[in-house]
């Protein structure tokens, strides 16, 4: 019988000509078609946040007292890619495309520096592997408080509303009284404080820029769908200027 036998050199180069391969490979992104994939894309990340007309600075504020992330805690401003995404006449919803390493994560809120208007992000897009991506909300308004312990609170609110067309009213032995019937939902972080705040029957006030004070009860909380958000939906309530 005759064998057939790979000489030394021949073995030697054969796993030398791999291991290149593996390391070329690595150098690409990874072993994996779908490492080097996730490589790519980042790569063209990095250059739209430079070059693309959508690139933005952006910078967040801290969940606590809602003050961008300045002074002793100082922090860069981030470069993202922020593109349109629907713009109605009640809410604007755009999509924030960030690297991971600046730690942008649903229930944050940042502000856009070249608008200087602050953004809420509502959702996450699990399928992009390479950056963070996800639906963020325009904030039209701020929410001010006092705690149990007299401490000012505040938080940024992304609302949407109200959505109400025509009065509600009652009419009963000649006497009609109309009812507050305007209804409104936004989203906030979930911290601490807007958890032990905004609790079903609690009431708020907001300020329409004529100056007159608007009371809203909540009617719904929801703290569970989505986690560090908080989702509430409120209706028009009875304004008492003594007690409130």
């Known amino acids: 019988r005759i064998g057939l036998t790979s000489s030394p050199d021949f073995q030697s180069s054969s796993l030398m000509g791999v291991n290149d391969l593996a390391h070329y490979l690595s150098q690409k992104g990874g072993l994996t078609q779908q490492e080097r ?9 990095d250059k739209a946040v430079l070059y693309s007309y959508q690139g933005a600075f952006v910078k967040k504020y801290y969940p606590d007292n809602m003050e961008l992330m300045d002074g002793v805690r100082e922090q860069p401003p981030a470069r993202a890619l922020i ?4 713009l109605k006449p ?26 200087k208007t602050p953004w809420f992000i509502y959702l996450q897009d699990l399928t992009d592997l390479a950056y963070f991506r996800g639906d963020i909300r325009k904030c039209s308004y701020k929410i001010s408080w006092v705690d149990e312990d007299g401490n000012k609170q505040e938080t940024f609110i992304a609302l949407k509303g109200p959505t109400e067309t025509r009065i509600k ?19 906030m972080p979930n911290t601490e ?16 820029d004529l100056g007159d004070n608007v009371c809203w009860r909540v009617e719904a ?14 209706v028009e309530y009875y304004s008492n200027e003594f007690e409130d």
């Open 37 to 45: 994939m996730i490589r790519d894309k980042r790569r063209t990340l």
């Open 90 to 115: 009640d809410y604007d919803d755009k999509i924030i495309s960030i690297g991971f390493e600046h730690g942008f994560t649903p229930g944050d809120v940042f502000e856009w520096m070249g608008t």
């Open 193 to 208: 404080s807007n958890l032990k705040h905004f609790k079903r029957y609690s009431k708020f006030y907001l300020t329409s």
């Open 169 to 187: 009213s009652l009419s009963a032995h000649g006497t009609s009284i109309d009812i507050p019937n305007y209804g409104i939902s936004f989203m």
């Open 83 to 86: 593109n349109p995404n629907k």
């Open 221 to 234: 909380v929801d703290w569970l769908s989505t986690p560090g958000i908080i989702e509430i939906s409120a």
